[in-house]
């Protein structure tokens, strides 16, 4: 089955974010999604003022998927898998959409400044089945994402829309010094 490939390489990427400490803070801060949705109501919107990202057209389904980031270093990583269409004449497929990008929603009440903050990965490839994959710098991030503890993860289209977000959010902080 392919599944064993995909969670060797989550838990490599896994660890090569989380063992990042190339920083010199004492401790690094950890966001985790341990899964990752699709859309179910499209049109929804996440965040506030020049930060709220409104939701694709169709509804969404996903298979399978994590995400993290470290708030410290500004490493992000992501994985999805069977990310397709649930609804419309391409539904079971990822339809005209070739390539996705992973987003920050920082401050999505906009508590700070009335807006929230974005911070996206670069575009990767959405495969016909609905898996893409990132791990990479996106950081350093602003003080929007480090300092509020309202962060939300999306997957976005290259257009802007949201068509995931990850659930069952934890938050780590992990000693850097080792």
């Known amino acids: 089955m392919r599944q064993q490939p995909t969670k060797l390489m989550m838990a490599a990427a896994g ?13 690094d801060q950890v966001v985790e999604w341990q899964k990752i949705v699709g859309i179910i109501q499209s049109g929804d919107t996440v965040g506030t003022g020049t930060g709220k990202v409104t939701g694709g057209g169709q509804p969404w389904f996903a298979r399978a998927g994590s995400a993290a ?11 999805v898998q069977g990310l397709v269409l649930a609804g419309g004449n391409a539904i079971g497929t990822s ?6 990008k992973g987003t920050l929603v920082c401050d999505t009440t906009g508590s700070a400044t009335g807006n929230s903050t974005l911070v996206d990965s670069p575009l990767v490839t959405l ?3 609905g898996s893409a994959r990132f ?10 994402c480090t300092s509020s503890p309202n962060i939300a993860f999306l997957i976005r289209v290259s257009g802007g829309g949201w068509i995931a977000g990850g659930e069952v959010r ?3 902080t992990q000693d850097s010094t080792n």
């Open 170 to 172: 934890e938050t780590e």
């Open 127 to 129: 495969s016909p089945q």
């Open 69 to 79: 980031v470290n708030l410290t270093s500004g490493q992000m990583q992501f994985e």
């Open 135 to 144: 791990a990479g710098q996106v950081g350093p991030l602003p003080a929007a």
């Open 15 to 27: 660890i090569l974010l989380l063992g990042f400490s190339g920083t010199a803070f004492a401790a």
């Open 95 to 100: 339809g005209a959409v070739t390539q996705v």
